[in-house]
């Protein structure tokens, strides 16, 4: 549903310097301390929902103060809590002393332009993931997440992403998400967000193959700049899910304990997904290519046919002309004998029209010969 | 057989969409549980045939009710359960329980476009293969098989494959086939699937030559759209062919106990195959690009060829109708000695004739000399 | 606010040679002893700055005596020394016997085109960096480093550097830098020198967001050199940071002892950083060579409209004025029926510009069904 | 000397058609049972040449009946059992009886589409090599070679091959060949397949080089189909020698005991060879690259020529010619004052002949300032 | 000094065949013994040159017949024995039997087109490295060097090397040389050898600059076939280059005993300086690449601007050119006053004179609004 639209947004926005943007929005001065932190704009308030559960318990609160996090420091259950926006430095500050989080994963989590991958701390697992999030000059959005031994943090760059069903699950009990640990959500998480790709890449696939019977239809009518976007924003895909499957490889290889091996096969299972969409997404940058090289033919193809329409006519009617000039000089036959005495012959006329007649003649069996004639016809029948 | 009328059927139905429909099919809701199934359109009921052998026994039937299947279980021999069809979720997930699937396998047998792979379950391997089965919109089909120690079983898309030689050499008890275990089914079929490409992979390097003789007669004429479906179905295959052969890589690694030592020269022969399926592919996906650069310079040629005869036509005739032309002019030589006097010479006319031979003739040496001429002869007798 | 003028400089310099002259500055003659300085045109004084701290102590001194060096052997907490310039050879055999670097280490750091990396000596480490500095034909400037056990050792090229906030953090003790061993430090430098590639970077994006504007607008003013000048800096840096990402895996995994464990995920973070600079490297590098494409198509197209414009308007008057043509031939009706009797027809005038208009007629409406006249104008919506 | 005539056969038989009818003849029905031998066309006669010899016996002999070869099954040297022809499948499969060959193998062998590859058995090695053999459709023919601790047999797909030298070696005992064991036989023979492939390459760089001419003289006539005849040939003999090199590596590493250690020395220089062989394709694919692109640049450099030609012949004469034509119109000047009243001034022809002049004389200057007139003889010269 | 010349070398001889003769001359008869020799062109006597050297002893002799090599096999220090010419077979033949070298080492000194390796003989090491020098038809030679405990034989195709600061080290005691081993000999040579490239590539850099700053200025007069040459200088550069990196990181990990630990220093630092070398070549070859897209994009877009010259001049003047043939049609007027009463209209010429104005006027601002006549101006300024 959101995604429907995001094609013409895409178009509208122009996308030029939105790389540049995000560039430049949240990097440290060169040389700053480790886990300095820089406000990237206006501070937006931070919206924290906090989701507990065991088997039998289950409770969900958005959190007000972050001193409310405290009370479920020793919940026996799982505890995620949700963060979303992360323009607020002070409540991260406060979030990160709370959990003893390293001050270089609060400056990924506050700098939202990482790679997805995964690094081992001593007590929690701090993982990368980005989810697709069509946007003002983006097209994904990075989603930060701690795994530890009984909770999952999150931290989402903007409201709004593709865990709602995760939710449902958690509420309804559905599977096995509610007898299971963090690192099951963990899991579910990174799963959702594979999966969302799916169909914002469909959508894309969908606008190749418009492309594609643009192209196959007219060429020359092919929109090539929406060509060059598509390709820009499929570059862009291909980078956020690349590491994304180096990070789920060592996910399944990680010996902190914080994984169960009962995992492994789900873990794999993401994996798998991850190749698809690289396979999906390879398949769309080779149609892309293979469309521009369509493009670039079929325009020269044209050319190749007004070029013969314009040579045809210019070629018969030019020398045709010039018969008809010399005809139309004024010499003054009454002083000479040579001077223009056809002009006085009694089928002078008939004559050069007789000679303008084979000249036309001729040029034409020339270019049947040649082929330009019958043959545009029968090329035109044959990639019909 | 069927593989003759392919290209027809690919040209017809304009394949464009394909990859977008196959992947719309069958995704689960972002987020959902892991193994939840979607159904893919209306339900088709499945067809199982069930084929059970040992050295000396052998029976074959049509199993309508799933319970039917709990009878084979304890037979000594090897039990393979051919199932076709997988859009009828509940009988899938009876087959399931009845032989203890995990959830994720049988997601995978449902949604029908994984890449080749193997998974190693406690009691049984999960392989997926795709054999070809040019069909709407697809070139492949995935084929999912279980091999347990007793029992094979392989899920189809559709109805049709390329297993009838194997159930053949089952009957007629041909080769090793009914004296060995479910491994050598396995590897049969396998094998069977691998096989398969051949034949398909042969028309497209018919059609490859096709285009290539077209392309030397007459680059214009040659069709690159159809150039482009071909590339397209060939990177389709090398998809679906690439990671087989390191599925097949992994089978001979493989130390689940399910696998015989004997069968490992069986495997690195099928993965022999694999190897020069893709080296056909390759080599027909360079002679496509070849082909492309080919066509693009005749035309470039052409165009060269066309714009020469427009260039002489135009440099030879424009002048000579300018000179006809200014002698057309009615100036009036009454009034004036300096008004056209050559209009009264007696040899005016003449002279003018004389001038625009002159013109012509020197043009016609300046094209001779850049070879425009008598070199447009011999470069056709060159590549002719 | 260094770079802000960066382009401008580019623009101007022409940068062309700059490899050249590089590469030709300092390499000591073929077969020269190992450990050869040459000079590289003339000396420049050699400006060194020292900084040695401890967490309570801190001392900075512009050292005009290397002498004075020695009185800091035995200071106990970091001595960073601080040497700008390096074609004073006599200067750096000096520091060199000071701290008795090996020959090639000191034919390294006279010899400013080295690539990033790591070498391990007894009792230091020697690392050669990178750090950009924009300046007449060259993007960056070589920083060679020396980490010992409470020492480091700073070689630049030139003056100025990106290392002011380190310098700032060392003054103020903001963070654990002042607690922190000489590996720290040089983690610091290192970080400060990668960081510093982002807003050059920026620069690089914003020009091709230009470049990006100017081909959507009209193609045929994108200044295409301006894109190869681009594309050679982009190689350069790439160049640069490349080997920089394996000199930050290597001091990862380095085991002379001078590195500490809790050093490990800094570097890491940093070497994260070079990933993402390789990231936005190739991003525009894609999209230069995106831009190339667009460029060349849209000249092939604008092309094939200057020529549809020239067919059309020759066309249709070359045949019209062959037509007028035929009626100024001067023949003489007086002598014979047959010569040109239209001329004298009542209705002959009008008869001839009712042909000439069905002529002109005819041809409209071939142009209009082949797509030329009124397909033109809405290829311009569509694309507009 | 074979090779000599090759070229004029490619460019003759025209080639296509040739992948097709490779595949197609030799592979069995899909699914048939592994080791399934196939007849490809009419079986011809296989003829077996028997060489047996140690330090100083020599026995060289025509096999009739195959029972003939087990008089020589216990002969106390090396034997080498050489059959030509693949056709004859009683011939092989009596062979395979006799040396107990794997049905694998013997497929192998006879379908003669393999890539080279070794296979380790219990008392033999299966080593399969291709030798170049330019024939109707392809350009190498299969050796299959079976190394046992006695024997070896060669099995060729046709008669003629390169092993004449090393037969020749046998018999006159030069070299240690007579006094090695089979081992040594078998890298002779490699040794003498990979070295062939040196006189066919060579042959293929000088029709590189006479095509490199000729776009040096005039690209307009290269022949851009053997230009591509060329790079598929090319692309055939690598995917022939790539696996080749690392057949040898894997014969280096062989732990059979069938593989003397003295023999690594004599295939680790066989390896280099076929590594230098690689070089030669790839800097010929390189070469045949480059070519292609001087080719089309030189036809658009040329392309532009002829533009100029024509635009500058059309820009002068057309607007000279207009003047002239509207001094040919007709007004009737002896109704009005104002009907081209120049008509009869009294310099009223010298003018328009000077205004004409002007015309010409202001192009002409503004066709050298753009640099076509000078400017295109100047470049004759610079690539003359 | 040698190099300066080099480029009109290269331009004059062609260079076109030179891989294929160079192919040509060495290769011994298909199938022939391991370490046959063949005789290339005709034999140059063999020039040989003996240093001996210690500490405090130094001998250099030219030695005449290669029984006083016998004299030195004693020698306590390091014997240098350098061979120049490698076509006298029988003096090589004499030296391997002193030497007692593997008839594989010989066929490799005598065959000189070997890549750059390492191979491990039992009491010596044989290295192949490649030296610019810049010949007939080729740009590097061939130098095989044997490394033993107490010796170095250097075998070179042709007289002329880049040692001579090596001999002059050895003479003058300079740095360690003289205090150490073969090993450091071995050192020095090939690191004399990769220092050599530097000057060379620094020519083949000078000659893409001048063809950067041509096509700069005008890209109508770039050189292509000068571009396509260097193109393949530099391929072969590479292939010289790139295997001298992999001979070098496994002279670091030998283990033979003949390389001294202390020498690892000194091997990496001289395979530091390979990888700048091919640093260097891959700029080159992409400075090249993206300067033959500048040319040809440099070609259309002049192309499009001669077309819009063409464009204009015939689209104004063609339509105006017919309207004076109109009036320039003799239709009798007296006959009837349908017949061109405009001619004897009062203001009839000067109402066709403002029609050809309005018409002139109107083509005017179509090509102002298309931009192609203000446009041109402006784009001209912009890329100036
Ligand atoms: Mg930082
Ligand atoms: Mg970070
Ligand atoms: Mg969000
Ligand atoms: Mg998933
Ligand atoms: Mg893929
Ligand atoms: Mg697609
Ligand atoms: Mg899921
Ligand atoms: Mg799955
Ligand atoms: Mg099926
Ligand atoms: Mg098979
Ligand atoms: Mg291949
Ligand atoms: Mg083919
Ligand atoms: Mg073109
Ligand atoms: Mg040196
Ligand atoms: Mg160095
Ligand atoms: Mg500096
Ligand atoms: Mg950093
Ligand atoms: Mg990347
Ligand atoms: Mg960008
Ligand atoms: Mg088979
Ligand atoms: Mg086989
Ligand atoms: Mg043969
Ligand atoms: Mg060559
Ligand atoms: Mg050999
Ligand atoms: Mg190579
Ligand atoms: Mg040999
Ligand atoms: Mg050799
Ligand atoms: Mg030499
Ligand atoms: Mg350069
Ligand atoms: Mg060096
Ligand atoms: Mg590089």
Request: aromatic share 8%.
């Given at each position: 549903?959101?995604?429907?639209?995001?094609?013409?947004?895409?178009?509208?926005?122009?996308?030029?310097?939105?790389?540049?943007?995000?560039?430049?929005?949240?990097?440290?001065?060169?040389?700053?301390?480790?886990?300095?932190?820089?406000?990237?704009?206006?501070?937006?308030?931070?919206?924290?929902?906090?989701?507990?559960?065991?088997?039998?318990?289950?409770?969900?609160?958005?959190?007000?103060?972050?001193?409310?996090?405290?009370?479920?420091?020793?919940?026996?259950?799982?505890?995620w809590?949700?963060?979303?926006?992360?323009?607020?430095?002070?409540?991260?500050?406060?979030?990160?002393?709370?959990?003893?989080?390293?001050?270089?994963?609060?400056?990924?989590?506050?700098?939202?332009?990482?790679?997805?991958?995964?690094?081992?701390?001593?007590?929690?697992?701090?993982v990368?993931t980005?989810?697709?999030?069509?946007?003002?000059?983006?097209?994904?959005?990075?989603v930060?997440l701690?795994?530890?031994?009984?909770?999952i943090?999150t931290?989402?760059?903007?409201?709004?992403d593709c865990f709602?069903?995760v939710?449902?699950?958690?509420?309804?009990?559905?599977?096995?998400?509610?007898?299971?640990?963090?690192?099951?959500l963990a899991y579910a998480l990174i799963d959702a967000a594979?999966?969302?790709?799916?169909?914002?890449?469909?959508?894309?696939?969908?606008?190749?193959?418009?492309?594609?019977?643009?192209?196959?239809?007219?060429?020359?009518?092919?929109?090539?700049?929406?060509?060059?976007?598509?390709?820009?924003?499929?570059?862009?895909?291909?980078?956020?899910?690349?590491?994304?499957?180096?990070?789920?490889?060592?996910?399944?290889?990680?010996?902190?304990?914080?994984?169960?091996?009962?995992?492994?096969?789900?873990?794999?299972?993401?994996?798998?997904?991850?190749?698809?969409?690289?396979?999906?997404?390879?398949?769309?940058?080779?149609?892309?290519?293979?469309?521009?090289?369509?493009?670039?033919?079929?325009?020269?193809?044209?050319?190749?046919?007004?070029?013969?329409?314009?040579?045809?006519?210019?070629?018969?009617?030019?020398?045709?002309?010039?018969?008809?000039?010399?005809?139309?000089?004024?010499?003054?036959?009454?002083?000479?004998?040579?001077?223009?005495?056809?002009?006085?012959?009694?089928?002078?006329?008939?004559?050069?029209?007789?000679?303008?007649?084979?000249?036309?003649?001729?040029?034409?069996?020339?270019?049947?010969?040649?082929?330009?004639?019958?043959?545009?016809?029968?090329?035109?029948?044959?990639?019909?």
């Amino acid at each position: 549903m959101r995604n429907r639209n995001k094609w013409h947004r895409n178009k509208a926005s122009g996308k030029i310097g939105r790389d540049h943007h995000r560039l430049a929005l949240h990097k440290p001065p060169v040389g700053a301390s480790p886990g300095t932190l820089v406000q990237a704009g206006e501070a937006n308030a931070v919206s924290i929902v906090l989701t507990a559960y065991s088997e039998h318990e289950l409770a969900e609160q958005e959190i007000d103060r972050l001193e409310q996090l405290r009370d479920w420091m020793d919940f026996k259950g799982v505890v995620w809590v949700d963060v979303r926006g992360v323009t607020d430095l002070d409540a991260l500050r406060q979030i990160a002393d709370l959990f003893e989080l390293h001050p270089l994963v609060l400056e990924d989590i506050a700098h939202v332009h990482q790679r997805p991958k995964l690094e081992s701390y001593p007590d929690h697992l701090f993982v990368v993931t980005r989810i697709p999030n069509v946007n003002e000059g983006t097209l994904t959005e990075q989603v930060s997440l701690l795994l530890g031994n009984h909770f999952i943090i999150t931290f989402q760059e903007r409201v709004g992403d593709c865990f709602d069903n995760v939710r449902q699950r958690i509420r309804t009990a559905k599977g096995r998400i509610r007898c299971s640990g963090s690192d099951y959500l963990a899991y579910a998480l990174i799963d959702a967000a594979t999966d969302a790709y799916f169909p914002l890449l469909e959508s894309y696939a969908d606008n190749l193959d418009v492309l594609e019977n643009t192209v196959m239809r007219s060429a020359e009518r092919l929109p090539i700049e929406r060509l060059h976007a598509l390709k820009r924003d499929l570059s862009e895909l291909r980078r956020a899910i690349w590491p994304q499957r180096d990070m789920l490889g060592m996910l399944q290889r990680d010996d902190s304990g914080l994984i169960g091996d009962d995992l492994h096969t789900y873990l794999r299972d993401c994996q798998d997904h991850s190749l698809q969409l690289l396979d999906i997404i390879e398949t769309c940058r080779e149609t892309a290519g293979s469309l521009m090289e369509l493009y670039l033919s079929s325009i020269n193809l044209r050319m190749n046919e007004t070029m013969k329409v314009l040579t045809m006519i210019a070629t018969i009617f030019i020398p045709l002309s010039f018969i008809a000039s010399v005809y139309g000089m004024n010499f003054d036959g009454s002083n000479s004998p040579f001077n223009m005495p056809e002009l006085g012959w009694y089928y002078g006329y008939l004559a050069v029209l007789l000679l303008m007649l084979s000249v036309f003649a001729g040029f034409l069996v020339f270019f049947i010969r040649r082929g330009w004639i019958g043959g545009q016809r029968r090329s035109d029948q044959d990639s019909g």
